[in-house]
């Protein structure tokens, strides 16, 4: 599945109505960026709905396990086709633990090791999101986390792979072993927008005008 990893209205509304892209995902610098804050969740939720979103990853936060835990519930609040996003600490975990034995959906996220699939599989996490871009910006071969992400045998845990760079770091890490990929608008539209693509298309469409006596 292919998701969108913005929360600007105006660059969603075109890309969401390709119907494409199975749903939105979302963490507090994105929506910081979209000059948001988790009090605009609700309404954006329900303006995703709007546009045919059939999935919104929105994330908890807080420094501590309770602030984590009341978080984690508002989001959980905002319906069953919005997925909880945690990120892979102590805290995160134990929430999102709780949370899937309430049988809610939750994406483990900022993972920057394979072995974190494990833990992520103990909570009963459906989703992991290694960050492929941050972690080769570190130092780390976040292809090579896909990778061996994709080869603990871990059960549930879909790897969605997410702080993808380019078009083509999408393509490797699907090779690598991803389910999933989150997209920032720009490499999804360059996605949909490929040189020769369009190139092939034209030289079609004039194939097409041109009568046969003519060639």
Not at 63 to 69: G, N, V, W
Not at 200 to 212: D, I
Request: aromatic share 4%.
């Amino acid at each position: 599945m292919l998701y969108l990893d913005s929360a600007d209205r105006a660059q969603l509304v075109p890309l969401l109505a390709t119907g494409l892209f199975e749903g939105v995902t979302t963490n507090p610098l994105i929506l910081q960026r979209a000059g948001l804050t988790p009090a605009a969740l609700p309404d954006l939720a329900q303006w995703l709905r709007d546009q045919g979103c059939r999935r919104f990853f929105a994330q908890a936060t807080g420094a501590s396990l309770a602030e984590i835990r009341a978080s984690a519930a508002a989001v959980a609040a905002l319906g069953d086709d919005v997925v909880v996003k945690l990120v892979c600490t102590n805290e995160g975990l134990t929430v999102a633990k709780e949370l899937t034995a309430a049988g809610r959906a939750v994406l483990i996220t900022a993972a920057y090791h394979p072995a974190q699939m494990l833990l992520a599989a103990a909570a009963g996490a459906h989703f992991i999101a290694p960050y492929v871009g941050r972690a080769t910006d570190a130092g780390r071969d976040g292809l090579a986390l896909v990778r061996a992400m994709a080869q603990v045998d871990a059960g549930t845990p879909r790897i969605l792979a997410a702080s993808l760079r380019s078009v083509d770091q999408l393509a490797e890490a699907a090779a690598a072993g991803a389910h999933d990929a989150t997209l920032s608008i720009e490499i999804a539209n360059a996605l949909l927008d490929d040189g020769l693509t369009r190139s092939a298309a034209a030289e079609f469409e004039t194939a097409t005008a041109t009568p046969a006596s003519a060639v």
